[in-house]
């Protein structure tokens, strides 16, 4: 079956620092990969997506690129805010109308 | 663009009585629906997808009969927590699917409290 799998966290960062969450997949076919973010006591939003290899996706200064030969989809950003303390979920999708699979999530804590 | 709204917020009530909680899709109109349940410091886990039109379908395990689910329009699927017990108590958390087949949008969530 379908599985991902994401770094554990808290993250703890100082403003301005740079951000990495590794996520791995695994597939059987060729899935729609997305990042979601979960600020506290909200549902989730979009943050990307990529729905094929090699593509970029990127909004609000973070970018995750597709890479179908190392079956990964790593989210970074190169300056954190505090507002960007948040959950980040990274998920997979089989097909169109499929549902979502989800990682554990990862727990990213911005200090001033 | 791509709003989905959920209703109530928050919501707290007594062991052994039911609940229902409403998911829109405010500016566009999804054929698939899918509710969640996410425990504290957890991942979500997916309860069911709602097609509308047509029963739900269950993931392994959740019990149909205890969340019962209806999805009567292109824009309003709805929850019933039934007969509800403390253990419960969770964040549910709806999605619609966009026309590009391809994109979940999230509602913000309901917090379940029962006592």
């Known amino acids: 079956g379908n599985s991902v799998t994401q770094m554990e966290g808290p993250v703890t960062l100082s403003e301005e620092a740079f951000l990495t969450i590794n996520c791995t997949y695994t597939a059987t076919g060729y899935p729609s990969l997305f990042w979601y973010v979960q600020y506290p006591g909200e549902g989730l939003q979009l943050l990307l997506k990529?729905?094929?290899?090699?593509d970029k996706g990127s909004n609000k200064g973070f970018e995750a690129t597709y890479r179908k030969e190392t079956t990964s989809f790593h989210l970074e950003k190169g300056s954190v805010q505090v507002s960007d303390s948040a959950v980040y979920f990274c998920?997979?999708?089989?097909?169109?109308?499929?549902?979502?699979?989800f990682g554990g999530g990862t727990r990213v804590l911005v200090k001033p | 663009g791509a709003v989905v709204s959920q209703h109530p917020s928050r919501v707290i009530c007594k062991s052994g009585t039911s609940v229902k909680i409403e998911c829109r899709s405010l500016d566009f109109q999804a054929t698939t629906m899918f509710w969640y349940r996410q425990f504290p410091k957890q991942s979500l886990m997916l309860m069911a997808t709602s097609n509308e039109g047509s029963k739900a379908t269950y993931e392994q395990g959740v019990e149909k009969d205890k969340f019962l689910i209806n999805h009567a329009s292109l824009t309003l699927s709805t929850l019933t927590v039934t007969s509800a017990h403390p253990e419960d108590s969770s964040f549910y958390i709806c999605?619609?699917?966009?026309?590009?087949?391809?994109?979940?949008?999230f509602g913000p969530g309901t917090r379940l409290t029962v006592l």
């Open positions: 990529a729905t094929k290899a090699d």
């Open positions: 999605s619609a699917m966009a026309g590009d087949g391809d994109t979940q949008y």
């Open positions: 998920a997979l999708s089989e097909a169109a109308g499929n549902k979502l699979t």
